[in-house]
């Protein structure tokens, strides 16, 4: 069973506009969550990440949300640059210290019109 | 500039061939990685190791072995190569205390014929 689920397999938004993008998980032990971003051809870089004791952690035009009731979580990107468009992988962990059982979505295919 | 590198881009094998995937990081980094990518998927950990000679089973650890005789090197084995290991595969690496996967290598993407 997919315990983390990115139900939009892809997205398309104007340049300057906002992105948003979308992850549910199902385990409630999850308590630490993660954003990736591929480029095609390239391994997974980090973008960002969120602990469950935030609700919202910002890095320059990145914000992540965490609504821990719901067991959802968003990365919004503002404003949206061609440059930003990637496929956008979220991931869910137990533990901050176990990196080794991250548990990743299938992946949001994000494309940002010039 | 740091560098997870991965030996091949595509490889073919045939099935019950065994299959080397090499990976080598230049960061000195103490964890490594191994992922297989798969559409619909996402990514799923197949081994770790946190330390030369130590490694750890992660969640799709089957039909894999991997090994760590030097820091800088992990390599992933598959004994006898089967169609259903046609996957792209990813390595990654991260410094101890830095627990998440950092950086990850530009993947290998493997058929088995």
């Known amino acids: 069973d997919q315990q983390v689920k990115q139900n939009s397999p892809s997205l398309s938004v104007q340049e300057g506009r906002i992105s948003i993008l979308n992850c549910d998980y199902t385990?409630?032990?999850?308590?630490?969550f993660l954003w990736y971003k591929k480029y095609p051809a390239e391994g997974p870089t980090f973008l960002i990440s969120?602990?469950?004791?935030?609700d919202k952690n910002e890095d320059g035009r990145f914000t992540v949300f965490l609504n821990k009731s719901a067991k959802h979580l968003s990365l919004h990107i503002v404003p949206s640059q061609p440059g930003d468009s990637a496929v956008y992988f979220c991931a869910a962990s137990g533990e901050e210290t176990s990196g080794s059982r991250l548990t990743f979505g299938e992946g949001t295919q994000l494309t940002v019109n010039p | 500039d740091v560098k997870v590198t991965q030996s091949s881009r595509y490889l073919v094998k045939r099935t019950g061939e065994k299959v080397f995937l090499e990976c080598v990081q230049d960061?000195?980094?103490?964890?490594m990685f191994w992922y297989r990518q798969d559409p619909g998927l996402g990514l799923r950990l197949i081994y770790f190791?946190?330390?030369?000679?130590?490694?750890e089973k992660g969640d799709i650890p089957e039909g894999y072995s991997v090994s760590r005789e030097k820091k800088e090197r992990f390599s992933l084995i598959l004994e006898s190569a089967s169609t259903n290991q046609t996957s792209m595969y990813l390595c990654?690496?991260?410094?101890?205390?830095?627990?998440?996967?950092?950086?990850f290598g530009d993947g290998t993407r493997l058929s088995i014929l």
């Open positions: 969120i602990s469950s004791i935030k």
């Open positions: 990654a690496s991260s410094p101890a205390g830095a627990w998440k996967p950092q950086h």
């Open positions: 960061m000195d980094h103490e964890n």
């Open positions: 190791s946190y330390d030369v000679k130590m490694k």
């Open positions: 385990n409630s032990m999850f308590d630490y």
